[in-house]
């Protein structure tokens, strides 16, 4: 059963850290891009960011210069380090990423999958 699990969440005050992590495991035969999205209450699920399996990063405006984006390849695992809260913050944020899967026929394909959400709360 292929699967992400998250961690790392918490209630932190303005202009602390956290570092987020999620994991896929399961039947996987490689990981594409993975990516933290964030939804606050009365909000749109949005990108907050993102990196390809070679490294390459992209982040929201908004978090840029606080917000880290890595991965784990030998681990298919990807992180968030969150510095420089801000109550803005608050949000769930759930990872995603696009897994090559092996078919029980054989054939190969790509199919995304989502964490189950881990609560982010700033306090001013």
């Known amino acids: 059963q292929v699967q992400l699990v998250e961690s790392g969440g918490g209630l932190v005050q303005a202009g602390g850290s956290l570092r987020l992590s999620c994991a896929a495991s399961g039947s996987i035969f490689s990981v594409n891009a993975m990516g933290w999205y964030r939804q606050a209450p009365g909000n749109e699920r949005e990108l907050v960011a993102s990196?390809?399996?070679?490294?390459?990063?992209d982040y929201t405006g908004s978090v840029k210069g606080r917000f880290t984006i890595s991965r784990d390849n030998a681990k298919n695992t990807v992180y968030l380090q969150m510095n420089s809260l801000k109550p803005e913050d608050t949000a769930v944020y759930f990872c995603?990423?696009?897994?090559?899967?092996?078919?029980?026929?054989?054939?190969?394909?790509?199919?995304?999958?989502w964490g189950q959400g881990t609560q982010v709360t700033v306090s001013s």
């Open positions: 990196i390809t399996s070679a490294g390459t990063t």
């Open positions: 995603n990423a696009r897994l090559l899967l092996r078919s029980p026929t054989g054939s190969y394909f790509n199919q995304a999958y």
